[in-house]
Nanobody, 120 residues
Framework: QVQLVESGGGLVEYGGSLRLSCAASGRSPLIMAWFRQAPGLEREFVAALSRSGAVTYYGDSVKGRFTIPRGDGENTSNLKMNNVRHKDTAVYYC???????????????WGQGTQVTVSA
């Protein structure tokens, strides 16, 4: 079992920055990831990090703007959001699992979600 706790959501101005954090406890997952879901839309892959912290990959909509710092990995994942846009407004979820995938169904454990709202 893996327990995930997210923090850091809130209101951010258009073009600004925000950092989300996810702390994992229990069994160490192979991969930690971030997804987001806006009202009326499907859950979307944002970014993922290997347990070692050496491998990261990003969804096309956030590539070049969002990063996961090197050094994160085994039990933590921080998502640094830069140059945020209105389309980034969503509930952000931390996820953990044991498959290399961008598909939400491939993740076994989920946090409770944290709201990010980009203001004008």
């Amino acid at each position: 079992q893996v327990q995930l706790v997210e923090s850091g959501g809130g209101l951010v101005e258009y073009g600004g920055s925000l950092r989300l954090s996810c702390a994992a406890s229990g069994r160490s997952p192979l991969i930690m990831a971030w997804f987001r879901q806006a009202p009326g839309l499907e859950r979307e892959f944002v970014a993922a990090l290997s347990r070692s912290g050496a491998v990261t990959y990003y969804g096309d909509s956030v590539k070049g703007r969002f990063t996961i710092p090197r050094g994160d990995g085994e039990n933590t994942s921080n998502l640094k959001m830069n140059n945020v846009r209105h389309k980034d407004t969503a509930v952000y979820y931390c996820a953990a699992g044991y498959q290399w995938t961008r598909d939400a169904t491939g993740f076994d454990y989920w946090g409770q979600g944290t709201q990010v709202t980009v203001s004008a």
